[in-house]
């Protein structure tokens, strides 16, 4: 067999090796016996080394007779023993115990590296411990926890270090100048990749398997017809088809579906240990699938181009002849098949090698994550890649749910009654069409989702909320924020008009003409109202925070300065700030202004939002 045969042979081994590892049988027994040879037995003389093959072709033949020659050296040296011919060599009796099934996997090479060495952990400072100790003490749990997760995932299935000596010693086989060379290169493989199965079963079953049922025998005989057939009261024969489907019934059930029938009523335990493998068998299955879904994305993106766009011109041209679901199911068979006949080969798992030693490259899934930045980073470095995009995507889902919430409660009856009407429309749409139309219809919205919404969605963020179709439905219907909002300065318009009138009244001169009453009167309509002072910091100032209802303003405590100020239509955004209770104005010309030590901030805040009577967008 060549050297490239035997690599294509192999590579099956490469995600997860097949029942028979070797070629042969015999070597499954031969392994084991070297094995254990290796750790009890000392070396024989240099006569009993030559008369057994140094190397071995894979056929039949020659593993047999490799077999033969230990057995015969083997005995030959317990004769030596028994009559004291070879004093300088004692070999120890055979052990009767048989070898270790599975044995666990050598955790020396798990550090192996194939193109970049292994990203050094640092850790927090003492500056950092200083200046953040909060951050530094969630960083160091984040550490420790990320370093047991990615022992368990790492050491116990999927040694970054086995992939690398996998490649090698396929690269050595390549590389084996004589046949001699190429041999030894194929059994380390193959002994590689026996290791690569025992690690698979080795973590299944120390990790998942707590207890075990055995399946009742089989206890129902499978009958013939001619058992069922019974003499009518004509003295005809008569086949009794009833008690013979219900044997067969019997028959197979008992042979085929004992196995996925559980041995008690009542839930698991939710221990702690329960959880914990549950999650790890769901992270570690999942790794194919979060392959699956970082593809899904890429194409939904575009960012291959050409890519994306042979993809949607198979997804137009098979919704165009009506067959888009069986092409789906079609795609599902043959992406199986193709994994049969061509599996993954080395040069791929170098590839999946250098993407996993590699950080400026994207992980495609929690493995590769977690070889990118190592045991302790790895979950700084998620938090920092899908911590943005999972709070955009928190915050969407409960601006949704308020919003559904709202709509069922009519908090705002016109926006309500608009969204009722599209749905009626929509009703009527679905009711009307054709099932055929309809399912043309669903399948053509999904690829218009898929290819154009949602990589303006991803791609632009401030435009998710525009583009959803969620949002055309329920079209200004308001999220808590929204109506709060709303409902603040609905109050203030209230307050305003009243406090303008009671003042109109305090300050109205009887004597006055009835021109310049009116006159006076409009004038103090339109001029704005205090709604409050607020002491606080500004540039290293103690004051107050002048609030009207025309403006903000801050004066200084000494010699009552006004510090800085502006009208509520140069507003920008108004932001609160993380700490220090404070308050941030950016005007449009994007000038800023800081106030700082607000005890009541959240009041502040509120009262300016209220009583400026712009439109506000809630960005935070």
Same mark, same amino acid.
């Given at each position: 067999?060549?050297?490239?045969?035997?690599?294509?042979?192999?590579? +099956? #081994?490469? &995600?997860?090796?097949?029942?028979? %590892? =070797? $070629?042969?049988? /015999?070597?499954?027994?031969?392994?084991?016996?070297?094995?254990?040879?290796?750790?009890?037995?000392?070396?024989?003389?240099?006569?009993d080394s030559n008369q057994s093959e140094?190397?071995?072709?894979?056929?039949?033949?020659?593993?047999?007779?490799?077999?033969?020659?230990?057995?015969?050296?083997?005995?030959?040296?317990?004769?030596?023993?028994?009559?004291?011919?070879?004093?300088?060599?004692?070999?120890?009796?055979?052990?009767?115990?048989?070898?270790?099934?599975?044995?666990?996997?050598?955790?020396?090479?798990?550090?192996?590296?194939?193109?970049?060495?292994?990203?050094?952990?640092?850790?927090?400072?003492?500056?950092?411990?200083?200046?953040?100790?909060?951050?530094?003490?969630?960083?160091?749990?984040?550490?420790?926890?990320?370093?047991?997760?990615?022992?368990?995932?790492?050491?116990?299935?999927?040694? +970054? #270090?086995? &992939?690398?000596?996998?490649?090698? %010693? =396929? $690269?050595?086989? /390549?590389?084996?100048?004589?046949?001699?060379?190429?041999?030894?290169?194929?059994?380390?493989?193959?002994?590689?990749?026996?290791?690569?199965?025992?690690?698979?079963?080795?973590?299944?079953?120390?990790?998942?398997?707590?207890?075990?049922?055995?399946?009742?025998?089989?206890?129902?005989?499978?009958?013939?017809?001619?058992?069922?057939?019974?003499?009518?009261?004509?003295?005809?024969?008569?086949?009794?088809?009833?008690?013979?489907?219900?044997?067969?019934?019997?028959?197979?059930?008992?042979?085929?579906?004992?196995?996925?029938?559980?041995?008690?009523?009542?839930?698991?335990?939710?221990?702690?240990?329960?959880?914990?493998?549950?999650?790890?068998?769901?992270?570690?299955?999942?790794?194919?699938?979060?392959?699956?879904?970082?593809?899904?994305?890429?194409?939904?993106?575009?960012?291959?181009?050409?890519?994306?766009?042979?993809?949607?011109?198979?997804?137009?041209?098979?919704?165009?002849?009506?067959?888009?679901?069986?092409?789906?199911?079609?795609?599902?068979?043959?992406?199986?098949?193709?994994?049969?006949?061509?599996?993954?080969?080395?040069?791929?798992?170098?590839?999946?090698?250098?993407?996993?030693?590699?950080?400026?490259?994207?992980?495609?899934?929690?493995?590769?994550?977690?070889?990118?930045?190592?045991?302790?980073?790895w979950v700084d470095a998620l938090i920092?890649?899908?911590?943005?995009?999972?709070?955009?995507?928190?915050?969407?889902?409960?601006?949704?749910?308020?919003?559904?919430?709202?709509?069922?409660?009519?908090?705002?009856?016109?926006?309500?009654?608009?969204?009722?009407?599209?749905?009626?429309?929509?009703?009527?749409?679905?009711?009307?069409?054709?099932?055929?139309?309809?399912?043309?219809?669903?399948?053509?919205?999904?690829?218009?989702?898929?290819?154009?919404?949602?990589?303006?969605?991803?791609?632009?963020?401030?435009?998710?909320?525009?583009?959803?179709?969620?949002?055309?439905?329920?079209?200004?219907?308001?999220?808590?924020?929204?109506?709060?909002?709303?409902?603040?300065?609905?109050?203030?318009?209230?307050?305003?008009?009243?406090?303008?009138?009671?003042?109109?009244?305090?300050?109205?001169?009887?004597?006055?003409?009835?021109?310049?009453?009116?006159?006076?009167?409009?004038?103090?309509?339109?001029?704005?109202?205090?709604?409050?002072?607020?002491?606080?910091?500004?540039?290293?100032?103690?004051?107050?925070?002048?609030?009207?209802?025309?403006?903000?303003?801050?004066?200084?405590?000494?010699?009552?300065?006004?510090?800085?100020?502006?009208?509520?239509?140069?507003?920008?955004?108004?932001?609160?700030?993380?700490?220090?209770?404070?308050?941030?104005?950016?005007?449009?010309?994007?000038?800023?202004?800081?106030?700082?030590?607000?005890?009541?901030?959240?009041?502040?805040?509120?009262?300016?939002?209220?009583?400026?009577?712009?439109?506000?967008?809630?960005?935070?």
């Amino acid at each position: 067999m060549s050297s490239h045969a035997s690599a294509e042979h192999l590579s +099956h #081994g490469i &995600d997860r090796a097949a029942f028979d %590892v =070797y $070629d042969q049988a /015999e070597r499954h027994l031969v392994a084991p016996i070297q094995e254990e040879g290796q750790k009890l037995h000392l070396s024989t003389s240099g006569s009993d080394s030559n008369q057994s093959e140094p190397t071995t072709r894979p056929g039949g033949i020659a593993n047999v007779r490799r077999f033969s020659n230990r057995v015969r050296s083997k005995a030959k040296a317990t004769t030596n023993k028994l009559l004291h011919t070879s004093p300088k060599h004692t070999v120890p009796q055979e052990p009767s115990s048989a070898p270790a099934l599975a044995p666990a996997p050598s955790v020396s090479a798990d550090n192996d590296r194939l193109f970049r060495p292994l990203p050094e952990y640092k850790g927090p400072q003492a500056k950092d411990l200083l200046h953040h100790p909060i951050d530094t003490f969630q960083s160091l749990l984040h550490g420790a926890s990320g370093a047991k997760v990615a022992e368990i995932m790492d050491n116990q299935v999927i040694a +970054h #270090g086995a &992939d690398v000596g996998l490649v090698r %010693v =396929y $690269d050595k086989m /390549e590389s084996a100048d004589n046949e001699e060379d190429r041999l030894s290169a194929r059994e380390d493989l193959e002994g590689l990749q026996k290791a690569r199965q025992d690690a698979y079963v080795r973590w299944t079953m120390d990790r998942h398997v707590l207890k075990v049922r055995r399946i009742p025998p089989h206890t129902i005989p499978r009958l013939q017809k001619k058992n069922f057939i019974q003499v009518n009261d004509q003295g005809d024969n008569q086949m009794q088809w009833m008690m013979y489907g219900q044997h067969l019934i019997r028959f197979y059930a008992e042979h085929h579906l004992d196995l996925y029938i559980g041995d008690s009523s009542s839930l698991p335990a939710a221990t702690e240990e329960a959880i914990i493998v549950s999650v790890e068998r769901l992270l570690m299955t999942s790794t194919p699938y979060q392959n699956i879904l970082m593809k899904i994305r890429h194409i939904s993106r575009w960012d291959d181009p050409m890519k994306t766009a042979a993809y949607l011109g198979a997804y137009i041209f098979f919704w165009v002849i009506g067959h888009l679901a069986g092409a789906a199911v079609l795609g599902i068979i043959l992406v199986v098949v193709k994994r049969r006949f061509y599996p993954p080969t080395p040069e791929d798992l170098r590839e999946n090698i250098k993407r996993s030693e590699d950080p400026t490259q994207t992980a495609l899934n929690l493995t590769q994550l977690i070889e990118q930045h190592g045991s302790r980073g790895w979950v700084d470095a998620l938090i920092m890649d899908l911590g943005p995009a999972s709070m955009l995507e928190l915050k969407d889902i409960a601006d949704t749910l308020e919003i559904m919430r709202n709509f069922v409660e009519w908090r705002n009856p016109s926006r309500t009654a608009f969204s009722i009407t599209l749905l009626a429309f929509v009703w009527l749409y679905v009711t009307v069409t054709p099932l055929w139309l309809f399912v043309k219809m669903i399948q053509f919205s999904a690829g218009f989702m898929f290819f154009g919404l949602f990589p303006i969605a991803t791609r632009y963020p401030q435009y998710r909320i525009l583009v959803s179709p969620f949002t055309w439905l329920f079209w200004k219907v308001p999220t808590d924020a929204e109506w709060a909002i709303a409902r603040l300065q609905a109050e203030a318009r209230r307050t305003s008009v009243a406090m303008q009138e009671r003042n109109n009244g305090l300050c109205e001169d009887p004597a006055d003409e009835e021109g310049s009453n009116s006159q006076s009167r409009s004038k103090k309509q339109d001029s704005p109202i205090t709604v409050g002072r607020y002491h606080g910091t500004s540039e290293n100032h103690h004051g107050d925070l002048h609030v009207s209802s025309g403006g903000v303003s801050f004066v200084t405590a000494v010699r009552s300065n006004c510090l800085w100020g502006f009208q509520y239509g140069e507003v920008k955004t108004v932001q609160k700030l993380s700490s220090g209770d404070g308050l941030l104005f950016v005007l449009m010309d994007d000038t800023a202004f800081k106030v700082q030590g607000l005890k009541l901030r959240n009041e502040v805040f509120t009262q300016i939002i209220g009583y400026s009577g712009l439109s506000w967008q809630v960005t935070g």
